[in-house]
């Protein structure tokens, strides 16, 4: 399985940005479709959006308009760039990397996970 790396998570007030960033370990993977879910305490691990192979995107209804997922010159690297961030955006943030082209098949592999919190 392939590792994915990711970073970017911290600590940001309510109504600020963050980006979080994914990208494999090592080089020559396949271009796949990648995806970014996250989990709060208590709560299941939920799927915030996705990204095809090609660059079509998906969201969860809770952060349309306000996080934007996107890929790299390499294609492999994964971004969400996120913004007008809530409280309740708080969570552990998941990257994924799909079977294949489109996401219908789930997740592969997965990232470490990174700790967002939106707080005063």
């Known amino acids: 399985q392939v590792q994915l790396v990711e970073s970017g998570g911290g600590l940001v007030q309510p109504g600020g940005s963050l980006r979080l960033s994914c990208a494999p370990s090592?080089?020559?993977?396949?271009?796949?479709?990648m995806a970014w879910y996250r989990q709060a305490p208590g709560e299941q691990r939920e799927l915030v959006a996705s990204?095809?192979?090609?660059?079509?995107?998906n969201y969860a209804d809770s952060v349309k308009g306000r996080f934007t997922i996107s890929r790299g010159r390499d294609r492999n690297t994964v971004y969400l760039q996120m913004d007008a961030l809530k409280v309740e955006d708080t969570a552990v943030y998941y990257c994924a990397r799909g079977y294949g082209q489109s996401w219908h098949m789930g997740a592969q592999s997965w990232g470490q996970g990174t700790q967002v919190t939106v707080s005063l």
């Open positions: 090592g080089s020559g993977f396949s271009i796949r479709a």
């Open positions: 990204i095809t192979s090609g660059g079509q995107t």
